[in-house]
């Protein structure tokens, strides 16, 4: 999957293309961020930005060998 990872150099973060940027790598879906922002992201001197690629996180799955189901809202 294409991410787009992004690393804030000030240590107290740093707010670009209307994110807030941490000052450790944060992971993005790439198709979460337009080109006119990725563009802005990449000339801005206070950010490290990188286009990578992650694998695929397997699904869950239970004792019995079935995916199990996830709630993502704790």
Known sequence: M???RIIA???A???RAGMYH???AVDHPADDITA???KALKEE???VVQEVEVPD???AKSDDGKPTKTN???
């Open 9 to 11: 150099k000030p240590a």
């Open 22 to 24: 941490p000052a450790k």
């Open 57 to 59: 996180k397997p699904a």
């Open 72 to 74: 993502k809202n704790p």
């Open 2 to 4: 294409k991410m787009i």
């Open 36 to 38: 006119k922002q990725l």
């Open 13 to 15: 973060g740093f707010r």
């Open 45 to 47: 001197p206070q950010l």
